[in-house]
């Protein structure tokens, strides 16, 4: 494979992950108290802090993967707002997205699994990882382990905030 085709299919992978969490970001920014609502709905507490989270690290985390800016910590954060996602939303659906009342979790597992192999992979020589000269000392291994964070950053949420009723 050409180093070109290899940047390019990079890029778009970043920039299509990128748009997802910006937009998502943009949209719970707008929507704040609809948001508010369902976060406390779902079982968590202090619904503001949640907004405001959710809002500001969904944004940060599509700028990040867009431009390729500390790519496997953006990837990271994609890992653990997904994490938490399936365990609080779409794990009791099953796996298919169809599934309805909610959502199954199979397009948060095709998110979680891009988002590693970026982190693994690299972000390409278009990105500012490299044009910082970082992106080598980031990648691969260290990477996967970065990524892998996010799987701890998601259980901390969890446990800090998330307190669903007994129903």
């Avoid at 954060?77 to 365990?87: C, D, E, N, Q, R």
């Avoid at 997205?97 to 979790?105: H, I, K, T």
């Avoid at 278009?126 to 998601?154: H, K, N």
């Amino acid at each position: 494979m050409s180093p070109d085709a290899l940047n390019a299919g990079l890029l778009t992978l970043r920039v299509v992950l990128g748009v997802v969490f910006v937009a998502h970001g943009v949209k719970h920014f707008i929507n704040r108290e609809k948001t508010m609502n369902w976060t406390a709905s779902i079982g968590f507490k202090s619904p503001g802090l949640q907004w405001a989270f959710m809002t500001f690290a969904e944004i940060a985390i599509g700028v990040g993967l867009a431009a390729g800016l500390l790519t496997s910590f953006a990837a990271a954060g994609l890992v653990s707002m997904m994490v938490v996602a399936f365990w609080t939303v779409h794990r009791a659906a099953g796996f298919f997205v169809s599934a309805r009342p909610d959502e199954g979790y199979e397009y948060v597992l095709v998110l979680v699994a891009a988002a590693v192999a970026v982190a693994v992979i690299g972000p390409g020589e278009w990105s500012l990882d490299e044009s910082l000269d970082i992106a080598a000392s980031l990648d691969g291994g260290v990477g996967a382990l970065i990524a892998a964070g996010g799987l701890g950053a998601a259980v901390l949420q969890l446990a800090t905030f998330y307190r669903p009723s007994s129903n």
